[in-house]
T-cell receptor
Framework: DTGVSQDPRHKITKRGQNVTFRCDPISEHNRLYWYRQTLGQGPEFLTYFQNEAQLEKSRLLSDRFSAERPKGSFSTLEIQRTEQGDSAMYLC?????????FGPGTRLTVL | AQTVTQSQPEMSVQEAETVTLSCTYDTSESDYYLFWYKQPPSRQMILVIRQEAYKQQNATENRFSVNFQKAAKSFSLKISDSQLGDAAMYFCAYFPDSNYQLIWGAGTKLIIKP
């Protein structure tokens, strides 16, 4: 399978715990995006990498959110001290310079 | 500000009929891309069709076609011979050539009646 993959697909955690999600992009794509999507809404942009450089992170929702893309390959999104309001679908997408290809998403539920 | 507007929160169509989803956008740029994405319930976001702004010809992908009116900043999606599997949320998205970020519409929920 050569598409974008995300792991885990579902995550249930208790409030206050830290969670980390992984995204493996399509190998030849140098751009990688993270989005959050809540029910009935369009994706909400969080952050963006060009290769290993994080070029935009001001839209991360709070300082509890951080993302990395070491070596310009896979990326991780970490949420520290989770809150119930963090419950959402977290989407990853990769792209050449234009069209974005999405992974299946990680659905986070914070109890 | 660059914005994308989908004025139809929900549309329904009889199976085998044709439906058109509307999308308008606001930009001062001349070079950009427009996309329609489909997201079935609890399923992956997939690209339906794309349009480069410099191309005058409307994009077509099998039963899906667009009506791109650059001057009017309009980008509607026509689905012909609707099928049950077309039921999904449809998102219109704008991608400026000078930027990195997709600008999304709020989505239109398409219901297919058997």
């Amino acid at each position: 399978d050569t598409g974008v993959s995300q792991d885990p697909r579902h995550k249930i955690t208790k409030r206050g715990q830290n969670v980390t999600f992984r995204c493996d992009p399509i190998s030849e794509h140098n751009r990688l995006y993270w989005y959050r999507q809540t029910l009935g809404q369009g994706p909400e942009f969080l952050t963006y990498f060009q290769n290993e450089a994080q070029l935009e992170k001001s839209r991360l929702l709070s300082d509890r959110f951080s993302a990395e893309r070491p070596k310009g390959s896979f990326s991780t999104l970490e949420i520290q001290r989770t809150e119930q309001g963090d419950s959402a679908m977290y989407l990853c997408a990769s792209s050449p310079p234009d069209e974005q290809f999405f992974g299946p998403g990680t659905r986070l539920t914070v109890l | 500000a660059q914005t994308v507007t989908q004025s139809q929160p929900e549309m329904s169509v009889q199976e085998a009929e044709t439906v058109t989803l509307s999308c308008t956008y606001d930009t001062s740029e001349s070079d950009y891309y427009l996309f329609w994405y489909k997201q079935p319930p609890s399923r992956q976001m997939i690209l339906v069709i794309r349009q480069e702004a410099y191309k005058q010809q409307n994009a077509t992908e099998n039963r899906f076609s667009v009506n791109f009116q650059k001057a009017a900043k309009s980008f509607s999606l026509k689905i012909s011979d609707s099928q049950l599997g077309d039921a999904a949320m449809y998102f219109c998205a704008y991608f400026p050539d000078s930027n990195y970020q997709l600008i999304w519409g709020a989505g239109t929920k398409l219901i297919i009646k058997p």
